[in-house]
């Protein structure tokens, strides 16, 4: 078991959101189970929370109808490198980009929103995809003197595993609480298997991977 100390430990609640989910606009398979599951973590031992918002402009640069002749799931080469081209989704203001009204946000203490340049995108609750612009979760996070986080939410082998990765170089203690995450595992096989690469990649870097039941009070 993990005993959580509420005064250092945080959960981190990844783009919640229901653009995410079945019948949103980049659905992720299950994407709405994470509701509940993160719901009874913010119930329990968890004194505090963070999450993030992904928010863009029409006409983002991630979005593929940006791209004349480019289709969803795509590359293409922007001026910081290689970007996946995603279905215009989280459009700043739409009822599908706000957290999900069923999340309990009372625990929530700082919500990051991210990709709103036009220009970047961004997948870490840390750093656009620029690895250059940061969102000051960190400073935020290191004035709270929070040492450990628990990642939940969407998608599991993008926000969620881009956010644990540049956690655990920041120097946190870093989990990622697997059933109350969701991912995409994009059907294109360039990218391989999204989800057991992300976890793989990420085991490596000395994020751990748990189970909710795992948490104790
Ligand atoms: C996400 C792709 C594009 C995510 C956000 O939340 O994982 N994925 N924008
Ligand atoms: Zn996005």
């Not at 059933?179 to 990420?202: F, K, N």
């Amino acid at each position: 078991m993990i005993a959580i100390d509420p005064a250092t430990d945080i959960l981190g609640v990844v783009d919640v959101q229901p653009t995410f989910m079945p019948g949103g606009e980049l659905p992720v398979p299950e994407g709405d189970a994470v509701v509940p599951a993160v719901n009874r973590l913010l119930a329990g031992p968890f004194r505090h929370a963070f999450a993030t918002q992904d928010w863009h402009p029409p006409g983002h640069s991630s979005f593929a109808s940006a791209h004349p002749g480019k289709a969803p799931y795509d590359t293409v080469t922007l001026a910081y490198g290689l970007q996946t081209l995603w279905p215009d989704h989280a459009l700043q203001s739409s009822a599908n980009a706000a957290l999900h009204p069923d999340l309990d946000t009372r625990r929530i203490d700082l919500i990051i929103r991210k990709g709103n340049d036009p220009a970047i995108d961004s997948y870490s609750a840390f750093m656009e995809n620029d690895r250059i612009t940061v969102t000051g979760l960190h400073g935020w996070l290191r004035a709270r003197g929070v040492r450990r986080i628990f990642f939940t939410g969407l998608a599991t082998d993008f926000c969620v595993a881009w956010s644990a990765e540049d956690a655990a170089a920041l120097g946190y203690g870093v989990f990622v609480i697997a059933d109350a995450c969701r991912g995409i595992g994009l059907p294109d096989p360039r990218h391989g298997d999204g989800i057991a690469a992300a976890r793989h990649r990420l085991t490596q870097r000395g994020v751990r991977w748990i189970g909710a039941e795992e948490i104790a009070g």
